[in-house]
């Protein structure tokens, strides 16, 4: 059944899964400054990596501000929402998340 799920998701976008490779190629590079990874699970279960390399909290606002609006203007443009649409939800649904 697990093979079916995975067949059903690539037919609905078959670039998923050369994302997720280029996206492990990515992270693995020497020269990083920031890292942020959110995993979605079919079951809801959702686990995210967020690591920089500073301790300033200058550095980290602005890493974390740029990986940000990446992330929002990204999921604007392919979910036809707006990013003030986007930065609500996502503003909503931080505050019901609890840091493992």
Do not use: C, W
């Amino acid at each position: 059944m697990r093979q079916q799920d995975v067949t059903t998701i690539e037919t609905m976008n078959p670039r998923f899964e050369e994302v997720k490779t280029e996206a492990s190629a990515a992270i693995t590079e020497d020269d990083l400054r920031s890292v942020y990874t959110g995993i979605i699970h079919e079951d809801g279960r959702h686990e995210y990596y967020f690591g920089n390399d500073t301790e300033e909290a200058a550095e980290l606002r602005e890493a974390a501000a740029i990986q940000l609006g990446m992330l929002l203007r990204v999921l604007a443009d392919r979910s036809e929402s707006s990013v003030d649409e986007l930065t609500a939800l996502a503003a909503e649904r931080a505050d019901q998340m609890e840091l493992r």
